[in-house]
């Protein structure tokens, strides 16, 4: 089919989009003439809802006419207005409220989770990650490791896909933890690659994780408003993710975390901790020992900035009307007509994705055999906005949210106007 005819094609999908009139809610980049960008970037910084503005704005003036007392005051207090995000974000991440909370940002996280889960001891001492995992992720485990006294060339078992393969093959990840469970004292993996966007098994990780008796964590950065999950139905024992990327709740926004119900109630575990994770019932009665919340909760560290929190209620509230599932209805149909347009082009470059539906979500990874970057600048030019990662991935992520079936078909033709 040639770009034009996919272009009218485009059209017909666009009109029949159940989800067409969320793009309204959103603002979409312009340039200087006012013309808007072809935005497929929402898996680095998820577009700004236009109701951001109005919720965070409340807070501000609650904190102009009330001062102090806006803790204990007025609509929707600050002592408990994380509140308010925790039951949608559970059911975004398929967890129990009591086993989500929203707090710091996604490295910090991870790190106050493996305070907890990460306990080597004797043989059992190494961490199960990807080879490609995000460089934070790996710095976090990395110090984690020598903070433990523990030498990170020797304690990290690197998962990483055969030569010739661009795929992680779940066999391998759970042969991996079977053969090594008495080595290991934590399994750490991005439940959606930031890099070639596979989307793993989580649910079969986890189980072989629980048989080996190791710790099962999940980075969500990529995952989460991006591809269903059902963390307490599959036993996973802790996840963090951001939620700037697919989530829409501004640069640096809050993150989340989830703590599996069978040791967010478990007041022994050892933690790091702040006078936020403290019972609240006491907390103000400052007293000497820390008795923490019985929920996740208890793992927060500080009292949450409430402007972040408030922008993510907007994004959030943006979720609960489209609906998860008929969000990833479309991402499937969109996504799958951007890779089978992308298939129709002759270019130097391959999509390393998996194709199959569940091992895949609103990304395709551009593989180029050469010129990468020249590309990527080259769409920048067109005004394209995706992402570059070095040496030679070109990522871009038609989301379901605002994206339309005619993004995809106009980033096709900018891209294959550059290999006439
Ligand atoms: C985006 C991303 C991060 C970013 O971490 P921050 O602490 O939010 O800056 C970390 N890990 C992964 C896998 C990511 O995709």
Sequence with gaps: MSIAAFKERAVILDRSDPLRSFRERFHIPVLDDGSEVIYLAGNSLGLQPKSVPEFVVRELDKWKTLGVSGHFEGDDPWMPYHELVRAPMAELVGGLPHEVVVMNSLTVNLHLMMATFFEPRGRRRKIVIESDSFPSD?????????????APAECMLELSPHSGSDRLETEEILETIERHADELALVLLGGVNYYSGQVLDMKAIAAAARRAQVPIGFDLAHAVGNVPLSLHDW???????CSY??????PGGIAGCFIHERHARDRSLPRLAGWWGHDPSSRFEMPHEFDPTNSADGWQLSNPPILLVAALRASLDIFKKAGMDRLREKSLHLTGF?????????????????????ASGSQLSLLFQRDARSTFEALERRAVRCDYREPDVVRVAPVPLYNTFSDAAAFTGVLNTLFQ
């Design 138 to 150: 790996r710095y976090a485990i990395q110090s984690q490791l020598r903070h433990h006294g523990l």
């Design 235 to 241: 036993g996973v024992d802790f996840a963090a993710w």
């Design 245 to 250: 990327k697919y989530l829409n709740a501004g």
């Design 338 to 358: 951007l890779r089978e347009m992308l298939s129709s082009i002759e270019g130097p470059f391959r999509i390393i994705t998996p194709s199959e539906p569940e």
